[in-house]
C-alpha cells in the first residue's frame, strides 16, 4: 500500500462532539460479522459508546482475507475494520460463569442490546428478551438473524447469498440471458443493519415517551423482499415476474449504463425535458425531432431504436466529452469509477470520507468516515476499530469489576 494516496489527517475527536445525538447511550454489541457490526457501527457514528463483546478468538471477520492490513508483527483484516470503527472491544467467555457474569453486569447498565445469534441462542444463555425485560424494563433489545425468531426457517443460519437467492433478489439483477447474479456488495446484510439501527432509534424515541425499551427484531429475507421495491410490487400488483434488465431500467429510458469512446457513463432523463436536453448536448437532432419518442412511453416502446443510435453518438466521445456536454446541458450523469478513481474524485477528497486515524497496533490505518452530516458537520471516527479485547480492562474498572479479572472473564 505504499502508492496509497494521503487522505489527509484524521476528523478531531472534538469536532462535532457538541452534536452527536447519541452521546451517553451505551450500546452492549454482541455481534459479528456484517449485518450486526454495520448497525452497531452507525450506531458508535451517532455517538453512542458501543461496546463490542468479542468471544475469546473474535469475531470471525478478524480472521477473513486476504486482504491483511500489517505493520511488523501486526495483522488486521481489511474486512474487520471496514465495519468497525467508533467501538470498543471487550473480549467476554459467555461459556463461562465469569464471562457470564461479567456479561450481566455489562447490561445492567446498558441502553440497546444488539444481537445476531441463532434464534434461542441468547435464551440458552440466560440472555433472553423476557429475562432482560423483567430486570431492566428500560433496555432496548435488538435482533437480526436470518429469517425471524419464529416460522418454519427460524434455526436456519442466515448469510448474504442465501437471502439474496430466496429473497428473488438474484432472480432479476444481472443481464437477460445470464445465470442470476449476486450483488457485488453484501447489500442483504448492509440494508438489515440499517433497517435495525432505523428501528433501534425508533425504539429510543418511543422510550422516552413511555420510560419503557422494548424488542426489535430485523430478518435479512425480510429485508431483502422489501429491498425489491418497484420489482416486487410489479409481481404483487400484475402479476409480472420481472427477470434481469443488465443495467437499463425497465420504465424510463434512457436511464443507465451506456458505453463511450474510452470507458462507461450512467446517463438519467427522467423525464421528457430532460431527454430534449440530452439530444442538445449530444447534437441528436434527429432523435430531438422524432415524435415517437417525444414522451418517455414512446421512448421505453422504441428503446432498442434509440439506443442503437445513442449508442453510436457516444462511440464518437470520450467519456470527458460526453461528461462535459451532459454537464453543460442540465442532464444528469456520472462516471462508472473503479475505487481508485472514486478517491481520486476532487468532490470525494474535499468531502473527508476517506480518513486516517491512529490504530492500537497497526500505527495508523485508514477507514471511510460516517457518511452523515449531522448539526452541519461531519460526525468524527472518534475511535478506530479496536483491536482484539483492547478495551476489556478499561470496561471491566467502569463496570466496578476487577479489572484483574479480565483473563477469567475471557478463558
Known amino acids: 500500500m505504499a502508492d496509497r494516496p494521503e487522505w ?83 473480549v467476554l467467555d459467555l461459556k463461562s460463569d465469569a464471562g457470564r457474569n461479567a456479561a450481566a453486569t455489562l447490561l445492567a447498565e446498558t441502553d440497546i442490546l444488539v444481537e445476531n445469534f441463532r434464534p434461542g441462542t441468547m435464551e440458552r444463555l440466560g440472555f433472553g428478551w423476557a429475562d432482560l425485560h423483567a430486570r431492566s424494563p428500560r433496555l432496548i433489545y435488538a435482533s437480526v438473524s436470518g429469517f425471524g425468531q419464529d416460522g418454519p426457517y427460524r434455526d436456519r443460519a442466515g448469510y448474504d447469498v442465501i437471502a439474496q437467492g430466496m429473497g428473488g433478489l438474484m432472480s432479476y439483477n444481472g443481464e437477460e440471458g445470464r445465470p442470476p447474479l449476486r450483488v457485488g456488495v453484501a447489500v442483504a446484510d448492509v440494508f438489515s443493519g440499517a433497517l435495525l439501527t432505523q428501528a433501534i432509534l425508533a425504539a429510543l424515541y418511543q422510550r422516552e415517551h413511555t420510560g419503557l425499551g422494548q424488542r426489535v427484531d430485523v430478518n435479512l429475507l425480510e429485508s431483502v423482499i422489501a429491498l425489491g421495491s418497484s420489482q416486487v410490487s410489479r409481481y404483487l400488483a400484475v402479476g409480472e415476474v420481472p427477470g434481469p434488465i443488465g443495467n437499463e431500467h425497465r420504465s424510463i429510458v434512457p436511464y443507465g449504463t451506456l458505453a463511450c469512446a474510452d470507458g462507461f457513463v450512467n446517463i438519467a432523463a427522467g423525464n ?27 421512448r421505453v416502446t422504441h428503446r432498442t431504436y434509440l439506443e442503437e443510435h445513442l449508442l453510436a453518438a457516444l462511440a464518437r466521445l470520450s467519456r470527458a466529452e460526453v461528461m462535459s456536454r451532459l454537464e453543460q446541458a ?16 476532487p468532490h470525494v477528497q474535499a468531502r473527508g470520507v476517506a480518513v486516517d486515524v491512529p490504530h492500537a497496533s497497526l500505527g495508523r490505518t485508514t477507514v471511510t468516515a460516517p457518511p452523515w452530516d449531522v448539526g452541519g458537520e461531519k460526525l468524527p471516527v472518534r475511535r478506530p476499530p479496536p483491536t482484539l479485547g483492547q478495551h476489556t480492562e478499561e470496561i471491566l474498572g467502569e463496570l466496578g469489576l476487577n479489572p484483574g479479572a479480565a483473563e477469567h472473564v475471557a478463558e
Open 8 to 90: 489527509g489527517g484524521a476528523v478531531s475527536a472534538a469536532q462535532g462532539r457538541g452534536t452527536l445525538p447519541l452521546a451517553g447511550v451505551r450500546v452492549a454489541d454482541f455481534t459479528r460479522v456484517l449485518t450486526g457490526p454495520f448497525c452497531t457501527m452507525l450506531l458508535g457514528d451517532l455517538g453512542a459508546d458501543v461496546i463490542k463483546v468479542e468471544p475469546p478468538q473474535g469475531d470471525d471477520t478478524r480472521a477473513w482475507g486476504p486482504p491483511f492490513q500489517t505493520s511488523g508483527e501486526a495483522r488486521e483484516s481489511s474486512y474487520f475494520l471496514s465495519v468497525n470503527r467508533n467501538k470498543r472491544s471487550m
Open 272 to 298: 421528457d425535458s430532460l431527454w430534449r436536453r440530452l439530444c442538445l448536448g449530444l447534437d441528436l437532432h434527429g432523435l430531438a425531432s422524432d415524435e415517437r419518442l417525444a414522451t418517455n412511453e414512446g
Open 330 to 345: 442540465g442532464v444528469p450523469c456520472g462516471p462508472v469509477n473503479n475505487l481508485a478513481e472514486v478517491f481520486a474524485d
